[in-house]
């Protein structure tokens, strides 16, 4: 696609509820990232994708929070039992390889979710 | 560990030149980026910097001092719709882990 895509682009649930966050990568992007923004607040890495295998994990917050990555492209972050406290905008971005000397990341619109 | 820190706001009038400082304490170092968010939209990349001195793009320049752990980004002849969230961020040595600090929000006032 031109962009990277996220869905849903806002979502209200109850506390104790799962959710699953959808992030569709620019095309032939082979890195992925997960991050989480509160309001005010600066972007919080939570875990990477080279490819469909993550080599680091260890922003995710607890072990309510799982991605994973198919085939290279999608990417689905999973909140089990969610908690108030996970009430933010998750950022998903890709950039074309996993290293290089720069490469930007390309941003989708966010997730917003709120848990009530 | 792992620190970035900014300015939480600043406020400039239009048509004047702003500096936003970022000082960083990190365990590897492979690059320094500038974002910029407007509000409710996702960051968009300003500039890179992976060795000392100044890069400029028209209107942003950006400066590192790797040995000082720090950076800037300086904004000309600014106008309205600069107001926005300006992002410091360090990529690790491994050179994919991308931190950021909380951001600065600017306001550019007529």
Redesign the interface.
């Known amino acids: 696609g031109a962009g ?1 895509s996220q869905s849903p682009s806002n979502k209200v649930t109850e506390k104790g509820k799962d959710v699953e966050l959808r992030c569709d990568p620019i095309s032939g992007h082979t ?1 992925l ?1 997960w ?1 989480r923004q509160s309001l005010g ?5 939570l875990i ?1 994708f ?1 490819g469909n295998s993550a ?2 994990k260890s922003g995710l917050p607890s072990d309510r929070f799982s991605a994973e990555r198919t085939g290279g492209s999608v990417s689905t972050l999973t909140i089990q039992r969610t908690q108030q406290e996970d009430s933010a905008v998750y ?1 998903c971005a890709s950039r074309p390889t ?5 490469g ?7 997730s917003r979710l709120t848990v009530l | 560990g792992q620190n ?1 820190d900014q300015p939480t706001e600043m406020t400039a009038t239009e048509g004047a030149i702003v500096q936003i400082n970022c000082t960083y304490q990190t365990s590897g170092f492979n ?1 320094l ?1 500038w ?1 910029q968010q407007h509000a409710g ?5 300003l500039s ?1 910097n ?1 060795l000392d001195g100044l890069e400029e793009k028209g209107r942003f320049s950006s400066f590192l001092s790797r040995s000082k752990g720090y950076s800037y980004l300086l904004l000309k002849e600014l106008q309205m719709k600069d107001s926005a969230s300006y ?1 410091c ?1 360090v990529r690790d040595t ?10 600065t929000r600017l306001f550019v006032k007529a």
């Open positions: 990277v890195a990232y991050y607040q600066g972007l919080e890495f990477y080279q080599p680091d950022l996993d290293r290089g000397p720069s930007e990341l390309f941003f989708g619109e966010g | 970035i690059g980026f974002y939209e996702a960051p968009t990349f890179y992976v992002l961020a491994g050179g994919f882990k991308t931190i950021f600090g909380a951001g």
